[in-house]
């Protein structure tokens, strides 16, 4: 049996914390062929994203990939990130978090990327999330 890593529990503890107490989480990972981000919101192979509840739409973190809808520039576009490109996960407005090593993604070819839905597709029932109002993302350097 192989051991699951402790990754992704920890990127979804630490954002359950972040939001628990008004912080609004952010995550940094590694930009390369594996990330389906929009061209040019990457800076020197990395990007750092607002993942909070008011930022994103579907929010799905998995323990393979982390994917969303978010607003870039006003148009709403998905965005998946293997949870092996995630180098930290942190509250914006006092830096505590955890940092991660980088790993090897070992998933689906970027070709797969575009498996996501372009039109948004409504939460599943029962579901514990706020209700998203307007999303909005924030690129930061």
């Given at each position: 049996?192989?051991?699951v890593s402790t990754k992704p529990y920890l990127i979804r503890a630490i954002h359950a914390w972040c939001?628990?107490?008004?912080?609004?989480?952010?995550?940094?990972?590694?930009?390369?062929e594996h990330v389906r981000i929009p061209p040019g919101t990457a800076r020197e192979g990395q990007i750092v994203l607002d993942v909070s509840?008011?930022?994103t739409h579907q929010l799905d973190m998995g323990n393979d990939m982390?994917?969303?809808q978010a607003?870039?520039?006003?148009?709403?576009?998905?965005?998946?990130?293997p949870?092996?490109?995630v180098l930290a996960v942190y509250a914006q407005e006092n830096g505590h978090g955890m940092a991660f090593e980088p790993e090897v993604f070992e998933?689906?070819?970027p070709e797969d990327a575009d498996d996501a839905p372009d039109e948004p597709t409504p939460p599943p029932p029962g579901?514990?999330?706020?209700?998203?109002?307007r999303s909005h993302l924030k690129i930061i350097k």
């Open positions: 049996m192989s051991e939001t628990d107490q008004g912080f609004t989480p952010y995550l940094a990972a590694v930009a390369d509840f008011d930022a982390i994917q969303f607003r870039f520039g006003g148009v709403a576009q998905w965005v998946r990130i949870v092996a490109n998933g689906a070819a579901g514990d999330k706020p209700a998203a109002g």
